[in-house]
């Protein structure tokens, strides 16, 4: 089992956003989505990956692909449920 993906960038913008700076937040929160796509792409079934994407794709204020992504671990953590 692996930990739970969180990438670096993630942690800054959520300081950033603490700090008041939006505009690094939302590059941080960007630069932290490519990687978590970037990490659903190497390993399309990680549930972990999937959640982090969802999450800051919620984030980004991108609805439509956090529930998408949200739906598909869902799928995923039921299939390994059966198993």
């Known amino acids: 089992m692996t930990a ?3 990438p670096r960038e ?5 300081v950033a956003r603490g700090l008041g700076d ?4 939302k ?3 960007q630069a932290a989505r490519e990687r978590a796509s970037a990490a659903v792409r190497e390993r399309p079934e990680d549930a972990k990956a999937l959640i982090a994407l969802g999450q ?3 984030e980004l204020g991108r609805k439509e692909e956090a529930i998408r992504e949200g739906k598909r671990q869902l799928s995923f ?3 390994q449920r059966m198993f």
Not at 10 to 14: C, G, L, R, S, T
């Open 22 to 25: 939006s505009a690094k937040a």
């Open 27 to 29: 590059a941080d929160f």
């Open 10 to 14: 993630w942690k800054q913008a959520v």
């Open 56 to 58: 800051l794709d919620a």
């Open 77 to 79: 953590s039921r299939r």
């Open 4 to 6: 739970f993906f969180t």
